[in-house]
């Protein structure tokens, strides 16, 4: 009998429409700091981890950012983000992505390279308790994406191998990060990133939004 799929599931730009709001609370924190970087280069970084994120700018723009305004920026990053929570919603078929899942006993976790404060505004919005899913935010390991770490952890709490997890992302960071763990990725073009980029970065298929994977789930998922 074949292993059944289980899934892991990034969170912003995978199953909720925050990508934009996320770039926008990044922007209020840059600028507030007197860091010039216009938005689509802030972008292109959303998903990595916010530490990754800010080493990575700080090359780009020539700028040293010190441990401690990294640390500034990504509290303000936090509050700009929690300001915004109200436009944040769940993507087109992700609450019913997810319940089939579930009716079909297929296991998942989220892993999303957001905090727990973050992750808990994203999960208000699919109508989900913290407590009573499976759930890996940033806090819970070393190194963030496109290290695998996240990933990882995520198999290790469902108990299964990793080479038998689809993992489900928006961003280049998703699938090199699944490339890395030897897990399958699955792209999903609601986070901005176009086909041509989500699978040259490992991603074996592509779909529009969790809607469009939930209507062709029998091509990706081995069922028990």
Not at 34 to 54: F, Q, T, V, Y
Not at 109 to 135: E, F, R
Request: glycine share 8%; hydrophobic share 40%.
């Amino acid at each position: 009998m074949r292993p059944q799929t289980s899934f892991i599931f990034d969170l912003d730009g995978t199953l909720t429409d925050s990508v934009y709001q996320n770039v926008a609370a990044w922007k209020e924190a840059l600028d507030s700091e007197d860091i010039p970087l216009a938005m689509w280069r802030i972008h292109r970084k959303i998903g990595m981890s916010g530490g990754l994120m800010l080493k990575t700018l700080s090359r780009e723009t020539g700028l040293d950012i010190s441990e401690a305004q990294a640390k500034r920026l990504s509290e303000k990053h936090a509050e700009a983000y929690e300001r915004l929570q109200g436009q944040i919603i769940a993507l087109p078929g992700a609450v019913e992505l997810l319940d089939t899942l579930s009716q079909d006993n297929l296991k998942w976790c989220i892993a999303t390279s957001g905090g727990i404060d973050t992750a808990t505004i994203n999960l208000k919005a699919l109508k989900l308790d913290i407590n009573k899913i499976n759930i890996i935010t940033r806090d819970d390991v070393k190194y963030g994406k496109p290290d695998p770490d996240l990933f990882l952890a995520a198999a290790e709490k469902l108990d299964v191998p990793i080479e038998e997890c689809l993992v489900i992302g928006d961003a280049v960071w998703d699938m090199l990060a699944a490339r890395r763990c030897k897990a399958t990725g699955i792209g999903l073009l609601s986070g901005g990133y176009d086909i041509a980029e989500l699978e040259r970065a490992g991603a074996l298929r592509v779909y529009e939004d969790p809607q469009d994977l939930l209507e062709h789930l029998d091509e990706i998922a081995s069922r028990p």
